[in-house]
């Protein structure tokens, strides 16, 4: 007699270890649903902090949950899981909270500061490699301990300028101030450098140990109207100080009017409005012609 095999397998008979079938497999595909990772990421959503945490243009800082989700993204490889959705929305989470307690949101706003050495290149090519390299160490010298000391956070070197962030408006042109004092001892064969800088006040974001945006595109713009040097504050940084603070600095405050041919500036507002400080240890060559400037 012909007996038909008999293929049906009772569950507790199955090798979990199957492709395909028991546990582990259930687990792997339900992680990997398509549907269940969309409907996180939808939640996250709606959750406090930020959504795109983990992501490593959003996460920043030297501790506390955007830490941890640097780390979180170099662990978490697999980037369509589930699982790795729900560990980041418990983060942001952390992050949301940690911020709410310190009173501090995620993209605060702060002051930054450029600046670099007029005519620099120029001098550079002339002068040769030792020359100039002795020339950056020795304005690096002077240059970060009035930004330091003053509580500033020096976010790169870009050869021969800086670029600093502040959480004071007041504070930050201060010690921008006595960085470009301090630039003036500086001699290297002969040459005497000239720092010029550039102070805004804004949101910027902050990536990593960057910041980018916006009011990092301003406060470039901002630096480079100062054509022969000095110190160019934006209308934004000038209104956060207050009048006592500035007669302290003893600093002259003049406008600065845009030429009447001169190109609208790109990647900034058409309403950019920056001003000159002075002091009486600018040079009158720092003054820029502004006096025969118009407004447009």
Do not use: C
Request: aromatic share 4%; no cysteine.
């Amino acid at each position: 007699m012909d007996v038909e095999p008999f293929d049906d397998q009772p569950d507790s008979l199955v090798d979990v270890n199957q492709p395909g079938r028991g546990p582990a497999a259930w687990w792997h595909n339900t992680n990997h649903n398509p549907g269940i990772i969309a409907l996180v990421r939808r939640a996250r959503r709606v959750l406090p902090g930020d959504p795109d945490f983990g992501d490593p243009l959003s996460a920043a800082g030297d501790g506390g949950a955007r830490a941890a989700a640097r780390v979180a993204d170099r662990l978490l490889r697999d980037r369509e899981a589930a699982t790795r959705e729900v560990s980041l929305a418990t983060l942001q989470l952390w992050q949301a909270l940690t911020e709410r307690v310190s009173g501090r949101p995620g993209d605060r706003e702060v002051t930054l500061v450029f600046t670099d050495l007029v005519g620099f290149s120029s001098w550079s090519l002339a002068a040769g490699d030792d020359a100039t390299l002795r020339l950056l160490r020795r304005v690096a010298q002077v240059v970060e301990p009035p930004l330091l000391d003053a509580g500033g956070h020096i976010v790169k070197r870009m050869g021969d300028g800086i670029m600093a962030v502040f959480g004071d408006p007041a504070t930050a042109v201060r010690a921008t101030m006595a960085a470009r004092d301090a630039v003036r001892t500086v001699e290297v064969d002969g040459y005497t450098p000239r720092m010029r800088a550039g102070v805004h006040t804004g949101r910027p974001q902050r990536i990593g140990s960057d910041w980018l945006g916006v009011d990092v595109n301003i406060t470039a713009r901002v630096m480079d109207r100062a054509t022969r040097g000095g110190l160019i504050v934006s209308e934004k940084t000038l209104e956060l100080i207050e009048p006592d603070e500035l007669e302290s600095l003893g600093v002259t405050v003049k406008r600065i009017r845009r030429q009447v041919f001169a190109p609208r500036a790109t990647g900034v507002p058409t309403d950019l409005v920056m001003y000159r400080l002075k002091t009486r240890k600018d040079l009158p060559v720092e003054d820029d012609g502004d006096d025969l400037e118009a407004q447009a």
